[in-house]
Every structure is written in structure tokens, then in C-alpha cells.
């Protein structure tokens, strides 16, 4: 029963810190929705510490999961210009994650080295409004660094409607780093990022204990048929 019990507290422990791995840097929350801008909309921002980002996602003003679009998201390498993900498209209805004000479409996991990035949005409309505060959303997305591992440094965007094209500039934009970091509510992301070394080492020692639970058990059991 000893040895048992210890291999379900270690199962439950590795779950535990998987399930904490999973985060989403831009949260969009309620009444954000002010503005039907058609062009580019991008948020930057710098990876310090590797990460791996499993979905793109996008502002849904009404939380209802409905997007008329065509909204078309990707993530750019701001130094290189290249685009680094898939473009998910999203038109049809969805079910609202995040805060309630977010849908989100998986992708082939792609992983963002330390560096400079930015998720860029088109597509949003009347229909699909997008937040920005220059014209009255109250905080813009709320941030989540993930313990550091990013870190929020501004926005970017365009007149061009005719689909993705990284963004590079931020005419009229609040001052940086805050509130420009949260600018607006446009494209997002999830990131589920391996666990830290260090849950390797706690669940290494957790095994190895569970070695020995059961060595010494099986010992004691023989000797006590001699």
C-alpha cells in the first residue's frame, strides 16, 4: 500500500506542475471592444527564456465565440521578418477561452527562442470590433509573463488590409512600455512550455525514492522467510 500510495503522490505531483505549464500572455477581458480598424494590428514582445506555443488566438468582443471574419493571426520575428507560425484563420463560431473574450485554434507547436517577436491580427471589422486604447478601451489585454519567461514591449500596425505583413510602426500609440504593451486587443496566443529542470530533478528523487521503498520492502520479505 506504502509503495502504491508514493507512486500516486509523484503521478499527481508531474501532473500538477504539467497542468501549471500552460498560459496565455494576452488575456482579453470584457468591454474591450472599440473600434472596427481593418488593417494590421500586432503586440511585441521578447522571449527571454524558451518557449513553445501550441495555439493562436484572437479578440472576441462579444464572448460569445462567434467571429464573422476572415481574422488572420500569426506570430513574426521582428529582428528577421520572418513569419514563424502558421496563419490560423478564424471565421465560424468557437469556444471562448481565456477570460471569455479570446478563441483560440491549435497549431503545430512551435518553439520561440530568446528574441524579438510580435502576434499580428487583420480582418477585424464591424462585426468582429477589435479594443484599442486611443479610442476608449479601458485596459487593452492583460498581461501574463509567464514568471518572466516573456516580457510585454509594445505594439505596432498598419494600414494594410489585404492580410498579414508584420507591422513596424506605432504612430499615436500610447508611451511605452505601459500602457503600449497592452495597446490593443487583437491576436493572442497559448503557450505550453516544457517543465523547469528543477520538476525533473523533484520527480527524479521521487522515483528514486519509490526505488528504494520498494528494494527495501522486498528485502524485509525475503529475509523474513530465512
Sequence with gaps: MLTRNFGIVVGLLACSVLAKATLVPYSDPLGQGTQDWGGNLALTFTVNSSVTVSALGVFNALGNGNITGPIQVAIYNTVTNLQLTPVATFSGHYAPGALGYDVFQPIAPVVLGPGSYEVDAVGFGP???????????????????????????????DYDTAGLDDPKTCVICQSAPTPQSSQFDAGTFEVSSTPEPGFYGVLGLGLSGLVLVVSRRRRARLTGRN
Excluded: H, M, V
Design 127 to 157: 462585426n468582429d470590433p477589435n479594443g484599442n486604447i486611443n479610442t476608449g478601451s479601458s485596459t487593452g489585454p492583460i498581461l501574463n509573463s509567464g514568471g518572466g519567461k516573456l516580457t510585454f514591449t509594445g505594439a505596432a500596425w
